[in-house]
């Protein structure tokens, strides 16, 4: 079954820096374009990034531009998301997932249960 596992989220001051980590099995990873998605405390999800299944093309919501790099390791079936220079507006639970063509994301059985980013003072 696919699985998918979020990990790195923290509690950082805001300027500070975290990297997600995303692992994936139960299904060919390397074959997936993948995103990053993100909750904020009562808002709907928030498409942040996709890479391609090659990792050689990435996208990014204009937010997090210039801050977030997404990356990815097909050996390992990793996905990663490295936040630089993060702000309160980040905080959110931030999940991984196979991207939609529609571009809108809708929580799936196979997600995983996210991981807690808070960017506070």
């Known amino acids: 079954q696919v699985q998918l596992v979020e990990s790195g989220g923290d509690l950082v001051q805001p300027g500070g820096s975290l990297r997600l980590s995303c692992a994936a099995s139960?299904?060919?990873?390397?074959?997936?374009?993948m995103s990053w998605v993100r909750q904020a405390p009562g808002k709907g999800l928030e498409w942040v990034s996709s890479?391609?299944?090659?990792?050689?093309?990435?996208t990014y919501v204009e937010s997090v531009k210039g801050r977030f790099t997404i990356s990815r390791d097909n050996a390992e079936n990793m996905l990663y998301l490295q936040m630089n220079s993060l702000k309160p507006e980040d905080t959110a639970v931030y999940y991984c997932?196979?991207?939609?063509?529609?571009?809108?994301?809708?929580?799936?059985?196979?997600w995983g249960p996210g991981t807690q980013v808070t960017v506070s003072s």
């Open positions: 139960g299904f060919i990873f390397s074959s997936y374009s």
């Open positions: 890479i391609n299944s090659d990792g050689d093309s990435t």
């Open positions: 997932a196979p991207k939609e063509i529609t571009g809108t994301y809708q929580r799936a059985s196979y």
